[in-house]
């Protein structure tokens, strides 16, 4: 069973950085993608990054590319997704997902979230 577990998440100020990792059990990374997405309540989520061993790191929007960067630790089975310059708009639950080989695969899993709070 595939499990993930997200964790980093807080309480900063606009400018700062935060790194949350997604903690990953039951798969190999060779055999899936790992995403990360947020969500506000009442609105649909949006996709952040995504990295596979097939297609290496994807960003789905344009404006968080710089600012955004996803990384994998294969000795721990673990996503990062360091987070700078935040930005008000960044407040978010931030959740990580498992899709099969590609980030546009079927997705399998996700973890239970972890809230971004930026100030400003």
């Known amino acids: 069973e595939v499990q993930l577990v997200e964790s980093g998440g807080g309480l900063v100020q606009a400018g700062g950085s935060l790194r949350l990792s997604c903690a990953a059990s039951?798969?190999?990374?060779?055999?899936?993608?790992i995403s990360w997405f947020r969500q506000v309540p009442g609105k649909e989520r949006e996709g952040v990054s995504c990295?596979?061993?097939?297609?290496?790191?994807?960003y789905d929007e344009n404006s968080m590319k710089g600012r955004f960067t996803i990384s994998i630790d294969n000795a721990k089975n673990t996503v990062y997704l360091q987070m700078n310059s935040l930005k008000p708009e960044d407040t978010a639950v931030y959740y990580c997902?498992?899709?099969?080989?590609?980030?546009?695969?079927?997705?399998?899993?996700w973890g239970q979230g972890t809230q971004v709070t930026v100030s400003s």
């Open positions: 990295i596979s061993s097939s297609e290496g790191s994807v």
């Open positions: 039951g798969l190999i990374f060779d055999d899936y993608a």
């Open positions: 997902a498992a899709h099969e080989i590609y980030c546009s695969g079927y997705e399998v899993s």
